[in-house]
Structures are given as C-alpha cells and as structure tokens.
C-alpha cells in the first residue's frame, strides 16, 4: 500500500466519521464513491467494503453521545438492525447479480432521489420534535 493510498483511505473514514456524527450518514452516500472515485475500487468492492466498515462499532462514539442526549431509541435501534440484516442480505444477493455498471446507475439513481425528497418534498417539522425523545430512552444514573 502507498502512503497516498493510505492517506486517501484515512480521509475517506474521517470524512465519513464526521458526517456521520454530524447528520447520521457516511457509509454509502460518502465512503462508496469516494473509493470508486479516489482509489478507483469497482462499484461491488466499494460497496462490499462500506458493509465491511460497518461491521465494526465504528459509530460507537457517536451513538454514545446521541444516547446521552436523549437522541436514541432503543427499542427502534433492535427492530431495525434485525430488519437491516435481512435486507443487507437480500440486497447484496441482487447486487452480486447485476454488472457494475447497473449497480454504479441504481446507486446515482437512489442518491438522486434522495437528494431531491430532501431538497424538495420535506416538510419543515414543528419546533417540538426538535426536542430530545426522553420518553422513548431509558437513561439509567448510575454515576458514571
């Protein structure tokens, strides 16, 4: 490994580290086209290593800090990830399918719509849901 490469992949992960304690993204949206784009990975290397990444408590940090704020939901976080794993399954099934050039159009594609939902077609939320969830944390005071 050169030291560019090594420097490009330390800024890939703290680009996406930061933006996913910033505003809850980075493996996909960021660390997949910066691997396609900077280090040249094919589109299913890319995407196979952000699910590596993953694997690994590498948000831990952060979701410690969103739970001490009352920003997590627990009983959300289980359902979800038991959901996530059925469908990171599902997912990469289709995805080993297809070429890489269909994955590299449905990944623009579903960024794009994104993109433009957000941009566009989201709402602006009441003041209060601004406010941390504590009904929906248990946070225990044990001291430490």
């Known amino acids: 490994m050169t030291l560019t490469t090594l420097l490009l992949l330390l800024l890939v992960g703290l680009i996406a580290g ?5 505003v809850g993204i980075g493996g996909g949206i960021v660390m997949v086209p910066a691997m396609v784009l900077l280090l040249g990975f094919s589109q299913k290397l890319a995407q196979g290593t952000s699910l590596g990444i993953l694997l690994l408590p590498v948000g831990i940090l952060a979701v410690i800090q969103y739970y001490k704020q009352g920003y ?3 009983q959300y976080v289980g359902i979800i990830s038991v ?3 059925l469908g990171g399954f599902l997912g990469s099934k289709l995805a080993l399918s297809l070429s890489d050039e269909k994955m590299k ?3 623009a594609i579903i960024m794009m719509l994104i993109a433009i939902k957000m941009l566009f077609f989201d709402k602006p939320k009441q003041a209060a849901s601004s406010e941390p969830a504590q009904s929906s944390v248990k946070i225990e005071e044990t001291g430490h």
């Open 83 to 85: 959901a996530f794993v």
């Open 105 to 107: 159009k449905i990944f």
């Open 72 to 74: 997590l939901n627990i």
């Open 18 to 22: 930061f933006l996913s304690g910033l």
